[in-house]
């Protein structure tokens, strides 16, 4: 991965008003960008467009990543008229079917097998938050868990799902058939990041509460803690843990969140989780930086254009990079997408 830029789409190309890019994700030969008012599929050789799908008007909140299965993209959306989660046709773009029955969704869609794993405000009066598990089939909500307010994205892993419960500080363990609650953590104030599962540990940041935690993904033991102020979720792997915090990356140990490095990357608040590639580290913020995976050594970075953040405009990295065989993908508050080559 040596940085060079391979391609670059402009929002103007791509037919959008929208300035932010919400989510990227890839399989094979398409690359899906996500936008308020959009689902578009590029050819990630080139950045030609396969089809387009509106999912929004525009007006309403975030976007927000799709989740692909062979032959189906299934997008959450929000706008004006209605939420929900829809599922497309990877072939065409055409809407295979439509769960609208929530009033917003909170969250990037997980899924695992034959099932869709989404956090979402309910319709009534207390509008709480709730856990919901959708059949891919045919949109049918097979269990759904009330939680707070604003509950983040799941995680899924060995036959669990794994949520912060919002607004009630709460980690959640939910059997993945039946939403039953296997264990509950607290961490004493909001969650609002999602939770990162690997080797058996689940990774809590909680930007509120200014700790990462790591948990016995069994039984919801505390393994251990650190004060940090995350500002997002954390990429981890056997050995080590990647904790953003505001213009720094920190390195913990896996084992005992002891720190093993720290860079200092941006001028702008790192928003979105870093990803782990190889022996590399992708860093998203005013750009993205790519960082020796054992000792943080700068390999390269990559410039983008301003865009609208909130109510000021900033150069960013919008969301998660994605990474594949034809190379790192980025999308940004401009609302262009960058392809850098491996």
């Avoid at 891919?136 to 799902?161: E, I, L, N, S």
Wanted: hydrophobic share 35%; aromatic share 6%.
């Amino acid at each position: 991965m040596d940085g060079s830029l391979r391609w670059r789409v402009r929002r103007d190309e791509l037919g959008s008003n929208e300035e932010m890019i919400d989510g990227l994700v890839a399989r094979d030969d398409q690359l899906l960008v996500a936008t308020r008012e959009a689902v578009h599929s590029l050819n990630p050789s080139d950045g030609a467009e396969h089809w387009q799908t509106d999912t929004g008007d525009g007006g309403g909140t975030r976007a927000v990543t799709p989740a692909l299965s062979a032959d189906t993209a299934y997008v959450s959306s929000n706008d004006k008229n209605g939420s929900g989660l829809s599922a497309l046709n990877l072939t065409d773009g055409s809407e295979r079917w439509r769960l609208d029955s929530v009033v917003s969704v909170t969250s990037s869609p997980t899924l695992v097998e034959e099932t869709v794993y989404l956090s979402v405000l309910e319709e009534g009066e207390s509008r709480g938050g709730a856990i919901i598990a959708v059949d891919t089939a045919d949109g049918d909500v097979r269990w759904r868990f009330q939680t707070a307010q604003m509950p983040p994205t799941p995680a899924v892993a060995d036959g669990a799902v794994y949520v912060g419960g919002g607004n009630d500080g709460i980690v959640y363990a939910l059997d993945a058939e039946t939403g039953k609650t296997r264990w509950e953590f607290s961490t004493q104030d909001r969650m609002r990041l999602p939770p990162t599962v690997v080797d058996g540990t689940v990774y809590i940041p909680s930007s509120f509460a200014q700790r990462v935690y790591a948990l016995d993904a069994t039984d919801g033991t505390e393994e251990w803690s650190v004060d940090m102020n995350p500002s997002a979720s954390v990429a981890a792997t056997t050995e080590s843990v990647y904790v953003p915090a505001m213009n720094e990356i920190t390195i913990l140990d896996s084992d005992d969140g002891a720190e093993q490095w720290t860079g200092t990357l941006s001028e702008n608040t790192l928003g979105s989780a870093p990803v782990v590639a190889g022996e590399t580290l992708l860093v998203p913020g005013d750009r993205a930086v790519c960082l020796d995976l054992t000792d943080g050594t700068h390999l390269w970075e990559q410039t983008v254009e301003e865009g609208a953040v909130g109510h000021e405009r900033k150069r960013a990295v919008s969301c998660e990079p994605v990474v594949t065989d034809d190379g790192v993908f980025l999308g940004t508050a401009a609302g262009d997408i960058y392809a850098i080559g491996t």
